[in-house]
């Protein structure tokens, strides 16, 4: 174990977040309320049909109407680029490696609902719209398909008829002759199959863009709410079709993100060539509504999965079989995620073989890309839900089954089937607390106080471990003004997590200055020559490090300025308060002085940048109780309790809200959030009417705590821990509504989301 004690500044301190309060009194600036003088306005058209050929008329009588600007369809932007898809995982040979295009606007064809037509610009929003709808769209409806399974059956529509498959990439890993011997040869097999549900993003600030030309310097100026500047700018600078130092993106407050932002969209695009056309700013705001329709969506994976073992309860095999859904388009990193989540499939189970096959498939739907976590909790959801089915298998309980098939701390480091070598971990450590403050032993006394009001009872688990902070570096930049302000620029991008607040800690130490004197800087592509942006929960683990050996090389620096001016050695200065003094004199200079007088600027600089080598590995065990009516379906989380090793904690307080909100987001997934597309591809749930989001009355207290194994891949011992809630959160909470409905009914597998129609439903057709 390793804890830290809280202490004013630094590692484990429990600062509040600086970032509060000017968002608590309405202060905060978002790209919303960016308002350039004489701006312009964007909206788009988009397809209501999922499948269709298409004609466009009254296009000219558009372009007349009364504060119209310019309306734009698919030739008029042929110049621009391709929507870029920027990753992929390492495709079968003897499958599709061609990407398809993602055509800013859509020419004769469109294949989803939302798809985007026709640009229009006017004086106002509401010019804009009417424009749109004066625009007459004629559809020649075309066979549409939805859902993987159905995009792969014979005779299924195609989205791409010019493929003649509906398969985007195949990828495959492991050893299938030596896994199919291992089945064979078993004395159990577990087999599942499970639905990993479509999600829709909903973060609080819906998208927008406020594009300027700058006709002097030929540049684009693009305020964007991103998770970082510089990937940003490098995407639009492949569709705009110019070099990356002409574009100029700027990211300020930003309202939640969860991946989804870190997508390049065509309205940025759009904005960025209509504002060089009209020479007018032109900014497009996103509705609720659009982004059901235009933004990125997540998991919607359909898995087989079957664990083989022996007598013992031990895995001796594991075999998967993948179809992930890309919808109609290939976005960003669509492609990647099911392979990235895919190196993590064996999650912390010591055994000798698998083989994984994934397809990637085309549907009649919005495109899917990384959404909070990134293919490391569809992982986990199949593992996890499979090593509860395996102990039912067995004859095990779900604890012991996890405990014959852990892998040791003694193995550590450990290198997994899929090549991903785990540094440090004790899983049955964090096990062992978890069910100690769950009160495991206890629940059978709380099952028997359900049934005798008519309710039944279950608790389930999830030990889970993920992938984050891959390999890379965040260059940290400290600088010295002439206010005495230390500021930091550093190429991350806060979406709401306190990087202000985490940060300031490690820069508030070394230089001796309050919070109030540390300015971190984010948000500009031309402030630092590049930045990895935020995502994969990097921002921390490999952030801190550099910052914190910035701040050190400034403090080594200001002492030396000050061991100048006080005819003293730089030993025996100090820093605090904002000022240098001389250890046990009464004689100091402050740091505002310090910077005034500096000779050389280049003195009140320093950079730190710690470049990671591997990714790092949290992990950790997650127990959710519930109880379910069965006259209504309706569940009810009664305790949730999660121990983690997240290797050393920066800021309890922060880190607390990560862990909070990340369970929030799986408990949506797993017990209320749905994406439905009916038979036509017509997106039936386009809106939070009909999409269920959680509240607070779904949720329980979180009993949080950490069981800290210092990471050996980063200098701090960090893991990161962004995602890590919505990792291990969904197949606890389904694992406990498997758990009730087995011992109450025999049902021993459901999907989610866990709807009160679906228990009702299946609590009926087991009585029945």
């Given at each position: 174990m390793n804890e830290f004690a809280p202490l004013k500044f630094g590692m484990g301190a429990p600062v509040r977040r600086l970032e509060d309060p000017a968002l608590i009194r309405g202060e905060g600036r978002f790209t919303a309320d960016v308002a350039p003088t004489g701006a312009l306005h964007g909206h788009v058209l988009r397809s209501a049909a999922a499948h269709a050929r298409i004609s466009l008329a009254g296009l000219e009588e558009a372009r007349q109407l009364p504060g119209v600007r310019l309306v734009w369809t698919a030739a008029d932007v042929a110049d621009l680029g391709s929507m870029p898809c920027e990753a992929t995982g390492p495709a079968k040979p003897s499958g599709p490696t061609d990407k398809p295009p993602f055509p800013v606007l859509c020419g004769d064809l469109v294949r989803h609902v939302g798809d985007a037509i026709a640009f229009v610009v006017a004086d106002d929003p509401l010019t804009a719209r009417d424009a749109a709808e004066a625009i007459g769209v004629d559809y020649d409806p075309l066979p549409a398909v939805t859902g993987s399974v159905a995009a792969l059956a014979p005779g299924a529509p195609l989205v791409w008829p010019e493929r003649g498959t509906n398969v985007a990439f195949e990828y495959e890993r492991g050893d299938a002759r030596a896994t199919a011997e291992a089945f064979a040869k078993?004395?159990?097999?577990?087999?599942?199959?499970?639905?990993?549900?479509?999600?829709?993003?909903?973060?609080?600030?819906?998208?927008?863009?406020?594009?300027?030309?700058?006709?002097?310097?030929?540049?684009?100026?693009?305020?964007?709410?991103?998770?970082?500047?510089?990937?940003?700018?490098?995407?639009?600078?492949?569709?705009?079709?110019?070099?990356?130092?002409?574009?100029?993106?700027?990211?300020?407050?930003?309202?939640?993100?969860?991946?989804?932002?870190?997508?390049?969209?065509?309205?940025?695009?759009?904005?960025?060539?209509?504002?060089?056309?009209?020479?007018?700013?032109?900014?497009?705001?996103?509705?609720?509504?659009?982004?059901?329709?235009?933004?990125?969506?997540?998991?919607?994976?359909?898995?087989?999965?079957?664990?083989?073992?022996?007598?013992?309860?031990?895995?001796?095999?594991?075999?998967?079989?993948?179809?992930?859904?890309?919808?109609?388009?290939?976005?960003?990193?669509?492609?990647?995620?099911?392979?990235?989540?895919?190196?993590?499939?064996?999650?912390?189970?010591?055994?000798?073989?698998?083989?994984?096959?994934?397809?990637?498939?085309?549907?009649?739907?919005?495109?899917?890309?990384?959404?909070?976590?990134a293919g490391r909790p569809e992982a986990t959801y199949v593992i996890e839900r499979l090593i509860d089915h395996a102990a039912r298998v067995v004859g095990l309980s779900p604890v012991e089954i996890r405990r014959r098939n852990f892998i040791r701390p003694e193995q550590m480091p450990y290198r997994t089937r899929t090549g991903r070598t785990y540094d440090t971990g004790d899983f049955d450590g964090h096990l062992t607390r978890a069910l100690e403050a769950a009160d495991y032993d206890g629940f059978e006394r709380r099952l028997e106080e359900s049934r005798a009001r008519g309710r039944i009872r279950g608790i389930g688990l999830s030990t889970y471990i993920e992938a984050c902070a891959f390999a890379g570096s965040e260059p940290a930049r400290a600088e010295l003004g002439p206010d005495g302000v230390v500021s930091l620029h550093i190429g991350t991008q806060t979406n709401g997590q306190g990087h202000a607040t985490a940060y300031a800690q490690f820069l508030a130490e070394p230089l001796g200055l309050d919070y109030d004197a540390i300015r971190v800087v984010q948000g500009d592509s031309d402030d630092l020559p590049s930045g990895g942006g935020t995502g994969g929960s990097r921002s921390i683990p490999i952030g801190v490090p550099s910052v914190d050996l910035a701040a050190r090389a400034l403090a080594k620096q200001i002492r030396e300025l000050a061991a100048d001016q006080l005819e003293a050695s730089p030993a025996d200065i100090e820093l605090a308060g904002g000022r240098a003094v001389i250890a046990g004199t009464d004689r100091s200079v402050s740091l505002a002085e310090l910077a005034q007088k500096a000779s050389d600027p280049a003195r009140l600089v320093a950079t730190g940048q710690f470049k990671s080598e591997d990714a790092t590995f949290p992990n950790g065990t997650h127990v959710c109780e519930v109880e379910i009516d069965p006259e209504t379906g309706e569940t009810h989380i009664l305790a949730y309790t999660v121990v983690d090793d997240f290797g050393a904690t920066v800021n309890p307080m922060l880190l607390a809200g990560q862990i909070h909100g990340g369970v929030v987001q799986g408990v949506g997934q797993a017990l209320l959030e749905r994406t439905v597309y009916d038979a036509d591809g017509q997106l039936v749930t386009a809106s939070l009417n009909d999409y269920a989001m959680p509240r607070a009355w779904d949720m329980p207290f979180l009993h949080f705590e950490t069981r800290n194994v210092p990471s050996k891949n980063n200098p701090m011992g960090i893991k990161g821990a962004g995602e890590a809630g919505t990792v291990g959160s969904c197949p606890a909470v389904m694992n406990a509504v498997v758990d009730a409905l087995h011992r109450a009914y025999g049902i021993d597998h459901i999907d989610m989301p866990a709807t009160p129609q679906r228990l009702w439903e299946a609590i009926r057709s087991a009585k029945a």
């Open positions: 078993a004395a159990h097999v577990a087999e599942l199959t499970l639905v990993n549900n479509r999600l829709v993003c909903n973060y609080l600030e819906p998208r927008a863009v406020v594009a300027e030309y700058d006709e002097a310097r030929d540049r684009y100026v693009l305020t964007i709410p991103t998770q970082g500047v510089h990937n940003m700018r490098t995407s639009l600078a492949s569709v705009l079709k110019v070099p990356h130092e002409s574009i100029r993106v700027l990211t300020p407050d930003v309202g939640g993100a969860f991946g989804v932002k870190a997508v390049p969209y065509r309205e940025y695009a759009l904005a960025a060539k209509a504002a060089k056309a009209l020479r007018r700013p032109v900014k497009w705001v996103s509705d609720r509504n659009e982004h059901f329709l235009a933004d990125a969506q997540g998991r919607d994976h359909v898995t087989t999965a079957a664990l083989a073992l022996d007598a013992t309860g031990r895995i001796i095999a594991m075999r998967i079989r993948l179809l992930a859904d890309m919808g109609a388009y290939l976005s960003r990193f669509g492609p990647l995620i099911p392979w990235l989540g895919l190196t993590m499939a064996p999650g912390v189970y010591d055994f000798q073989t698998l083989h994984i096959t994934c397809t990637c498939v085309f549907t009649n739907t919005v495109p899917t890309d990384a959404y909070r976590g």
